[in-house]
């Protein structure tokens, strides 16, 4: 399985954009980039996902090299709510076999 | 809310136990994966189901079995239990293959 590697921790500022960066430079040309994040006490949740170009949405967007080696997700104004553990992870393959691998994940503090 | 229910919330139970927990996926979901959390291990993926056949198999003991039933609700049933299985167990699930997951709140299981 294609790894990923992220910073253990990060810390920002309430209403500052947060660029949390994710490596995975054996990532395959069929590997979905995924960010998921974990608030205290509860269940993982999906933040944003991508193949090869940027993408927005209303959590965030992601950024990915033009050689998909590494990958940014930016949280343009961080929040309290925004403190979490952020996991990017790499999807296994096509087909109904699917699943995601976690790692470790960066733990987000956010200062108010 | 994501849509995914699991009971229950918390278990305490003794070793050699047996205990079985619950998942309700999302409506609509077809897919249903099975988690676990550890302090040390960080989140693992137990298994998948896809409208109640087996599709992936991940870290998932001898001692841990799972199933799916035509409603979709799947069980994850856990025997002989050791102090190691103290967890939290996830479910989650999603609608096609590289649909994103969601995450119940989870089971809390302590083994004394």
């Known amino acids: 399985d294609a790894k990923t590697t992220q910073p253990n921790s990060m810390e920002s500022n309430e209403e500052e954009p947060v660029h949390l960066p994710c490596n995975h430079s054996t990532i395959s040309g069929t590997d979905y980039i995924h960010w998921y994040r974990q608030l205290p006490s509860q269940g993982p949740e999906y933040v944003i996902h991508?193949?090869?170009s940027n993408v927005n949405n209303r959590m965030a967007s992601l950024a990915i090299a033009e050689d998909r080696k590494s990958s940014t997700l930016i949280l343009h104004r961080a929040t309290l709510r925004d403190a979490a553990v952020y996991y990017c992870?790499?999807?296994?393959?096509?087909?109904?076999?699917?699943?995601?691998?976690f790692g470790k994940g960066t733990l987000l503090t956010v200062n108010p | 809310d994501s849509g995914v229910t699991q009971t229950p919330k918390h278990l305490i139970t003794a070793t050699g136990q047996r205990v079985t927990l619950r998942c309700s996926p999302r409506s609509g979901d077809l897919s249903v994966y099975w988690y676990q959390q550890s302090l040390d291990q960080g989140l693992q993926f137990l298994i998948q189901?896809?409208?109640?056949?087996?599709?992936a198999k991940g870290n998932i003991l001898e001692r841990f079995s799972a199933q799916q039933f035509p409603d979709l609700h799947s069980e994850l049933n856990l025997s002989s239990l050791e102090l190691g299985d103290s967890a939290l167990y996830f479910c989650a699930s999603n609608s096609g293959t590289y649909s994103p997951l969601h995450f119940g709140n989870g089971t809390r299981l302590t083994v004394t």
């Open positions: 991508g193949l090869t």
């Open positions: 992870i790499l999807s296994n393959s096509g087909g109904s076999n699917y699943k995601l691998t």
């Open positions: 189901y896809y409208n109640g056949e087996e599709r």
